[in-house]
């Protein structure tokens, strides 16, 4: 069966970096859009990153300029490096991926188009 897993959160304090790691078994999604998503408690997901098969990226305004998200295709991985962390940034993240791509594109909001998710991991940011 198809499974995403993430690793890598933690609490780091405010300014910090965490580096968020996603594998996939059962699947090989060299041609898959990738995205990393998050979930603030009591709040619907939302959003941060999204990675086309092509290595074109795109983000959330929020974490522009902050966030890289990255892939490695050759160890089914999926990456994202969170840098001058805020304690807004602090949520459940996951990883999601879009193998079908019967939704056109990959928007990094478009987690109607995803058709596996991770377990999440959580990150917490002090001040």
């Known amino acids: 069966q198809v499974q995403l897993m993430e690793s890598g959160g933690g609490s780091v304090q405010a300014g910090g970096s965490l580096r968020l790691s996603c594998v996939a078994s059962g699947i090989t999604y060299t041609k898959a859009c990738m995205a990393w998503f998050r979930q603030f408690p009591g709040k619907e997901r939302e959003g941060v990153a999204a990675i086309d098969s092509d290595g074109s990226a795109n983000y959330a305004d929020s974490v522009k300029g902050r966030f890289t998200i990255s892939r490695d295709n050759a160890k089914n991985t999926l990456y994202l490096q969170m840098n001058s962390l805020k304690p807004e940034d602090s949520a459940t993240y996951y990883c999601?991926?879009?193998?079908?791509?019967?939704?056109?594109?990959?928007?990094?909001?478009?987690?109607?188009?995803?058709?596996?998710w991770g377990q999440g991991t959580l990150v917490t940011i002090s001040s």
């Open positions: 999601a991926a879009d193998l079908f791509r019967v939704v056109p594109g990959c928007y990094s909001g478009a987690d109607y188009g995803m058709d596996y």
